[in-house]
């Protein structure tokens, strides 16, 4: 995976990512994205990197994973670029065949940056150039950041980007709001579009982009793009030509990730997890309502199954049709 980067990502042009997600970007979910759409690049959720030093129970959770998800992005935070170097190491010098690092300097949430991780290095400019610089004396994988357009309004993206390049930053993903914003207002381009005029490295773009139509016509200069929410939503989105999947197609997808995450994370805690995931894959049928309570409290992989084929058996005549196209409303009632 050492050459990972020369021989795939340099020759393609408009990659998509899946961006990390504390919380749901877990390997079950990966590969249920890879599944449906296997040019997507997944990045892991963010762990410490102080954790990963500590904690070999850690690594040994979060680094390994399916081959269908290669190659694989770790993502890691902390403020320290000690710490940093060392976490490196680990994930270098593991059995795991991770493709490369991403660095977390996005996050905005208070405790993060309170304690000067994630999207404060936007603020500790210095600390951030001299973590990257540290990253690549520590290992020979790829390093990459993820950051939003600014702090508060008053960071030059720009500078802040060169300075990053100049470390060796092999790549850049930007979220088109500021740290201070959070989610709130709408995510603004102008300033990557910008950025991309005056560095060497990739650019990818990020936030609120709906599905791989929507960022052809929001690309102008950038060249890939990353999305999270929208995978969540509808996880076919990474598809050229607004791709509307049959009913077949989305619950085999369910079904696939349920079992996915039961694999990965065992019976209990994997059939919890899977609660917030299944409603979505058929959210756009108005019958939905008739199997929601039961999708949200299943106990079981079988419990998830059994519903699945209950719906097999209803919509038999109706696999092939997709969300939109049917009436399908007259069979709520059974
Ligand atoms: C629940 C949740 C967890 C997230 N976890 C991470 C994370 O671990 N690392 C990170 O860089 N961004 C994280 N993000 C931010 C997303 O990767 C992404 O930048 C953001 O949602 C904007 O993209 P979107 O509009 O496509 O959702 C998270 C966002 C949410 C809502």
Redesign the pocket.
Known sequence: MKDFWEKQIIKQWKLCFL???????DSAYRQAMKRIAPHVIC?S??YSADGLVHSKFLADSVLPHQKMEDPLII?I?WKDPENFAKAAKIIEQSKYNIAWI?V?M??PAKKVVRSWHGSSLLINQDIAFEIIDKLNKATKLPISV?TRRSFDGNQNLVQFVKGLENAWAKLI?I?GRTAKQA?TGD?DFTDIYELKRNVNIPVIC????KNYDDWMSKIQNLDWF??????FWNPWCFLPGEYHPTLWEMLSAMEFHAEELVKTKWERKGSLEIRKHLVQYIKSFPWVKVYRKRLVTTESFENSQQVINEIRETFKNDLDKKPGLWEIDKKEEN
Do not use: L, V
Request: charged share 20%; hydrophobic share 40%.
């Open positions: 961006a990390p997600m504390d919380g749901y970007g990045i959720e963010f993502q935070f991403d977390n996005w996050c993820k993903t979220h989610y995510a990020n936030g609120d982009i990353m999305i999270w929410r929208a995978s």
